[in-house]
């Protein structure tokens, strides 16, 4: 036991929590961003409203979301422990600047790190504590024909203030009472202010990842020259690029929407 302590209080250690931590959220990145792509749908926001209910009121959902964090947590830690460890290890700088192989999103992943744990608590206590502790929200009432798949969508006045979703059948018609999450997105994106700090957090996660992605395959040892190149290809093209943009599309596009 003292053994196995003493190897995560190591730097190693550190490096192989984060490594897990990190591709655990990166794991989340490619769920999320599935689901998110939900508000590109044009049905009056019942895809994203029944998404949002189902992520909060599933139990093993609920369960992984709280693991979740604890990744964030601890993965920002741990990254602030060894960038102080290594400022102190090297207090002064070299007197001959060598041309180094790092890239600049490796020589970077303090303040990019910083960026995207300030997005993260502006953006959950946007979204997700809004919807979870906040009544601000209204709520949608979703009737669907499940003979010819016709949908109408009315706000919804609960009448009691604990009500958080119903779902009902009356003579062939599908009821579905959720929380408007999709009003709110739709409000915080109307903002060019957010916007832009959105579009900037992407650009932040996309130089994050570039270097994370791969580094953390390096960190376990998992590195051979056949499959190397598809790890990079990999945090490169669908990490570094495809995510990220598919991210910021979202404010992009509801501010767009919002100027007409």
Request: hydrophobic share 50%; proline share 3%; aromatic share 18%.
């Amino acid at each position: 036991m003292s053994e196995f302590k003493q190897t995560f209080n190591s730097s190693l250690g550190k490096k192989l929590i984060m490594a897990l931590t990190g591709l655990f959220l990166c794991t989340f990145l490619i769920v999320h961003l599935g689901g998110n792509l939900l508000l590109f749908k044009n049905d009056d926001g019942y895809s994203f409203n029944a998404y949002a209910n189902f992520l909060t009121h599933f139990p093993p959902i609920e369960v992984i979301a709280y693991l979740l964090y604890l990744c964030i947590l601890v993965h920002t830690i741990y990254a602030i422990i060894l960038t102080t460890r290594n400022r102190r290890a090297r207090p002064v700088g070299y007197a001959v600047q060598t041309k180094s192989p790092a890239s600049w999103s490796s020589k970077n992943m303090g303040i990019l790190g910083a960026i995207l744990f300030l997005f993260i608590v502006i953006h959950m206590g946007d979204f997700w504590f809004t919807y979870k502790y906040n009544n601000i929200l209204g709520f949608k009432e979703y009737r669907t024909n499940l003979v010819t798949g016709e949908r109408t969508v009315t706000d919804f006045k609960p009448e009691y203030a604990d009500f958080e979703n119903s779902v009902a059948t009356e003579n062939n018609v599908e009821i579905v009472r959720v929380k408007d999450l999709h009003a709110r997105v739709a409000f915080s994106f109307s903002h060019l202010w957010y916007v832009i700090f959105y579009v900037i957090a992407m650009g932040a996660v996309a130089f994050h990842l570039l270097h994370g992605f791969q580094s953390a395959f390096r960190t376990l040892g998992w590195v051979h020259r056949r499959y190397t190149p598809i790890v990079y290809f990999i945090g490169t093209w669908l990490f570094a690029v495809i995510i990220p943009l598919g991210f910021a599309a979202m404010p992009v596009v509801y501010f767009i929407q919002s100027l007409k």
